[in-house]
T-cell receptor, first 113, second 115 residues
Framework: QQQVKQSPQSLIVQKGGISIINCAYE??????FPWYQQFPGKGPALLIA?????SEKKEGRFTISFNKSAKQFSLHIMDSQPGDSATYFC????????????FGRGTQLTVWP | DADVTQTPRNRITKTGKRIMLECSQT?????MYWYRQDPGLGLQLIYY???????NKGEISDGYSVSRQAQAKFSLSLESAIPNQTALYFC??????????????FGPGTRLTVL
């Protein structure tokens, strides 16, 4: 059973537009929600993360929005750039699992110039 | 030099062969992980180790085994490779010091093809 469901599987956005990727979870014990970014030929790398005590976290053009009651969180990329073209993974974990992450299936983002 | 290295980077093998993928890290982290990535399926956890004496199965451990030879080394073995084990394999590390919400650092991956 997939612990974290991610959509869409692929996304095409024009340069300067807003990219939005959504994730949903069922396990209310999850208390840490990171997003990882993966460029072709590379391993994933942490992009931004949020804990459920806040509803939003922003780092530059990247924002996580978190809705605890709906058990959903999303990544927004403002002013999307061709260099943002990558695969994005949402993930979740909780303290008792000592750092083990449950990943979504990924979204392949393409930003057209 | 890369903090997390994987060898080999690419490997083509035949059905039934035993193969070992190796991971080394210079980050001084105590936790290490092996993931498998398939298109459209994301990252699936195979095995993880929180210290040299601790090995745990992940979501898809059948057909795989691991060995934690030292804090810095974690190897993944396919005892008898089969074609549906063709995938991209990633090693990752994290540090248990501080909070439990530790960032995982991934290696560059090993592309394995089983014919």
């Amino acid at each position: 059973q997939q612990q974290v469901k991610q959509s869409p599987q692929s996304l095409i956005v024009q340069k300067g537009g807003i990219s939005i990727i959504n994730c949903a979870y069922e396990n209310t014990a999850f208390d840490y929600f990171p997003w990882y970014q993966q460029f072709p030929g590379k391993g994933p790398a942490l992009l931004i993360a949020i804990r459920p005590d806040v509803s939003e976290k922003k780092e530059g053009r990247f924002t996580i929005s978190f809705n605890k009651s709906a058990k959903q969180f999303s990544l927004h990329i403002m002013d999307s750039q061709p260099g943002d073209s990558a695969t994005y993974f949402c993930a979740a974990s909780w303290g008792s699992t000592l750092g083990r992450l449950y990943f979504g299936r990924g979204t392949q983002l393409t930003v057209w110039p | 030099d890369a903090d997390v290295t994987q060898t080999p980077r690419n490997r083509i093998t035949k059905t039934g062969k035993r193969i070992m993928l190796e991971c080394s890290q210079t980050k001084g982290h105590d936790r290490m992980y092996w993931y498998r990535q398939d298109p459209g399926l994301g990252l699936q956890l195979i095995y993880y180790s929180f210290d040299v004496k601790d090995i745990n199965k992940g979501e898809i451990s059948d057909g795989y085994s691991v060995s934690r030879q030292a804090q810095a080394k974690f190897s993944l073995s396919l005892e008898s490779a089969i074609p549906n084990q063709t995938a991209l394999y990633f090693c990752a590390t994290s540090d248990s010091s501080g909070t439990q919400y530790n960032e995982q650092f991934f290696g560059p991956g090993t592309r394995l093809t089983v014919l």
